[in-house]
């Protein structure tokens, strides 16, 4: 059966490419790739192919190239940053595909908040603070549900992550602040993770956006609230206490 590979090639770092998806591009014949969030050695990965870029196109353009070369059994990769589950828009191709008969694999990568998370230095739970990680995005022209706005998510205190939304900080502060957290609720920034001008910006809810402004930062971040980035206080794990039993190990003090 033909097929077509949606591939993630990570947040940026040429070297954040697994093993799987840098052997499907330099084997492609084509590469349909995201725009300016794919750095160019790992375009350059792909020696004999032809390279599309997916920024210029409509839907309906990226599907013809990816039907029409899969049902000619040549080896085409989408080519998405980071992970191509994570606002990626595959499912409407991956349903195209399936109904004119050819199969889509993913192969999946890693996404900018991960690389955000490693660039803070940070863990995104920590007990006596949070287990819990909502990743979501501020409303503009795509709709949010309204169950999902900012100051409902805000209600749980959880790590609150935002991609496609620093544009809209301000906003997101007000909402974080009238869902409950409080002023000085830790904020990150991060632009451009794992990339040579990666950029972290640190501050709280009160201060973040004059700070974000200075920098100029538009686009291409992601956005992190949450008392993980400068906890007061947290616990330390279970599952590597001296107490504690499990599966792999018995307690080591009584
Ligand atoms: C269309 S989404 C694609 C996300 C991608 N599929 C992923 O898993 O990271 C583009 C948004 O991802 C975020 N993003 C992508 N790469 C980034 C990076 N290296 N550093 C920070 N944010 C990034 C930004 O919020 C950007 O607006």
Partial sequence: MSRVYFVGCGPGDPELITIKAKKLIQKADVVVYSGSLIPPPILKLCKKGELYDAAGLVREEIFDLLYKNAKSDKLVVRLHDGDPSIYGAIKEQIDNLEKNGIESIIVPGITAFL??????????????????????????????????????????????????????????????????????????????????????????????????????????????ISDVIDPKTYEYSKLYDKKFSHGYRKAKVK
């Fill in 115 to 224: 690389a955000s998370a490693a660039a803070l230095g940070t863990q995104l739970t920590l007990p006596g603070v949070t287990q819990t990680i909502i990743v979501t995005r501020a409303e503009s022209r795509t709709k949010v549900p309204k169950r999902e706005k900012i100051s409902e998510l805000a209600k749980h205190k959880a790590t609150l992550i935002f991609y496609l939304s620093v544009h809209l900080l301000s906003n997101i502060v007000k909402e974080a602040i009238a869902g409950g957290y409080t002023k000085s609720t830790p904020v990150a920034v991060v632009y451009r993770a794992s990339w040579d001008d990666q950029k972290i910006i640190k501050g709280t809810l009160d201060d973040i956006v004059k700070k974000v402004r200075a920098e100029k930062i538009t686009r291409t971040a992601i956005v992190i």
